[in-house]
């Protein structure tokens, strides 16, 4: 089976090639960006994926060799609802909501685990390792066991008891840490490297992000080719911000859609904000935030090791970045779940808060296309 693409570098001018277990940039430390190496998609394609189901219709863009079946639990497709009653009450006419929280395993960490587990298991690998701050272990449990495969998971103790359980139910092997998702991931890097598992850590492997491209990819077919003006997404590790990013630049260089990328818009709980401040200061790396905290576990990564290109993605897309407290994710998100019917999680109610703040001191006009993303569902933090 030959693998159409290559491994580049992100920051600095290296390249590989796809095969084996590739971690990050052995020159710089950074991370890898998949680059195809195959026809560029046609218009043609474009109408078949249009009629497919699940992420994987979007295989011309995605790291599957022709004829390879991926690890997959159907994935995907979720739905994108019009926001009549919240955009009013927002002043937002067109206000939408990418419903992520029905996916396999609850959250959108479904579509990233889906192409790294499908990967790693081509290449060879029967243990793989996730530190997480909830989400990430549960996705990695179902897909390793679907994939026949073990898995491992290092998560704080204090990560919601819900999505501690759902790793347990998947069959994956948990371990609580003391600490945040940062103590995890020391933990799942040395267990890595004593036991010779596969680290699928955000952005240690180059394929949870080629995942999360379908995000947008989905964007795209439900606008009919469209883009909308601003996204609006909870960010923690930044898989589905960079993902995107990369993913509406790679609709674009195909002629698949015309216009301008949407503005990015990263939201964080003010008690972890490492990517809000870096982008407030005008820097291009984020510092360690010091003792995050935050009920919102998928947001609680006080030195994400893709802030690089999350503020990149932020800057060039003419996005913005902003702090929401707990309090007020916490009621947005409750206000919303009523007001709309759907299960949003406290990442999704982060998102809601933060549109208020953008709609408040104009930076979204009344009549943008506006995305909020429900990253995840509500249930999995309650009990
Ligand atoms: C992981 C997670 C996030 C953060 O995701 P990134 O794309 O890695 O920044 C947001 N919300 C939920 C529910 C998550 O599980």
């Known amino acids: 089976m030959t693998l159409d693409w290559i491994l580049a570098c992100s920051a600095c001018a290296n390249t590989r090639a796809p095969d084996g277990l590739p971690t990050v940039c052995d020159l710089c430390g950074q991370p890898w960006l998949v680059r195809y190496r195959r026809a560029a998609p046609t218009v043609t394609a474009r109408a078949e994926v249009r009629r497919g189901h699940g992420m994987w219709r979007f295989q011309p863009f995605l790291p599957l060799a ?43 960490k479904a579509r990233g685990l889906s192409a790294a587990v499908t990967r790693a298991v081509a290449a060879g690998a029967t243990r793989l390792v996730i530190p997480t701050a909830g989400n990430a272990g549960v996705a990695l449990s179902a897909y390793a066991s679907r994939a026949g495969v073990r898995a491992r998971v290092f998560a704080p103790r204090t990560t919601p008891p819900v999505i501690l359980e759902q790793v347990r139910v998947f069959g994956g092997e948990l371990e609580l840490v003391d600490g945040h998702i940062g103590d995890a991931g020391r933990l799942a890097a040395a267990w890595s490297a004593a036991e010779g598992a596969y680290n699928v850590s955000t ?14 990819f989905e964007l795209a077919v439900q606008f009919g080719w ?66 995050p905290q935050t009920v919102a576990a998928g947001l609680r990564v006080p030195a994400p090791l893709g802030d690089r290109l999350m503020l990149q993605a932020l800057r060039e897309s003419g996005g913005g970045a902003v702090a929401v407290s707990d309090t007020e994710l916490t009621e947005a998100a409750r206000v919303a779940s009523r007001t709309e019917g759907i299960d949003v999680s406290p990442e999704g109610g982060a998102a809601f808060a933060a549109v208020r703040q953008l709609r408040e001191n104009g930076t979204l006009r009344a009549e943008d296309r506006v995305v909020i993303f429900n990253t995840g569902a509500g249930w999995l933090y309650r009990g």
């Open 66 to 108: 022709e004829g390879e079946q991926p690890v997959t639990l159907g994935e995907g497709d979720t739905p994108l609802l019009h926001l009549r009653r919240s955009g009013a009450h927002l002043g937002l006419r067109d206000l939408w909501l990418k419903d992520e929280g029905v996916n396999p395993t609850g959250s959108f």
């Open 203 to 216: 952005l240690r492997e180059p394929y949870r992000i080629e995942g999360k491209k379908t995000l947008a």
């Open 226 to 291: 469209t883009m909308p003006d601003a996204i609006i997404y909870p960010t923690g590790g930044g898989t589905g911000l960079i993902g995107m990013w990369k993913a509406f630049t790679e609709l674009i260089e195909a002629g698949w859609v015309r216009g301008t990328p949407p503005r990015l818009f990263s939201v964080q709980a003010a008690g972890c904000a490492p990517v809000v401040r870096a982008f407030e200061s005008g820097a291009d790396r984020g510092e360690p935030w010091p003792d």
